[in-house]
């Protein structure tokens, strides 16, 4: 156990986020999400949601400029309380985040540098963090 870490921030989750680069990206997805076929590095946090694994790992991951965080967006462009709940735990608004059609999302998904699944039952419960420069955070 460590102080002063937010609970949900697991080892191997904090040792891929500690490896990940200025401008490297982590999705955080939803349950429904293709998260094994599409990354070589998946961390499951089952019984989460994904505000809440996004709040987590905002205590230590400053957001890039913007568009910082990558929404995916619903069918019919709507946005949804999950993603309104999304943009308030990235600290972002709906100006600076970015909106992604589906299967676009899924192929901006395949370079992320780390998957996070979670518990999310919601659909369209996926958001992508691009990481910014530590110790230099605007947000």
Known sequence: ?????????????????????????????????????????????????????VAAIRTVLPLDDAPGLDLMESADAEV?????????????????????????YYDVAKDAYLIVRTGEMRKYGNALLRKGVVGHSSS
């Not at 997805?29 to 949601?49: E, I, N, S």
């Not at 309104?84 to 990235?90: G, I």
């Open 1 to 53: 156990m460590l102080e002063g870490i937010h609970p949900l921030l697991t080892g191997e989750l904090l040792l891929h986020l500690d490896r990940m680069g200025h401008s490297d990206s982590v999705v955080v997805a939803d349950a429904h999400f293709p998260a094994w076929g599409l990354g070589d590095r998946v961390v499951d946090l089952p019984g989460t949601t994904t505000p809440d694994v």
């Open 80 to 104: 949804l309380d999950v993603q309104r709940e999304l943009m308030t735990a990235a600290g972002t608004v709906e100006a600076t985040t970015r909106f992604v059609e589906r299967f676009a």
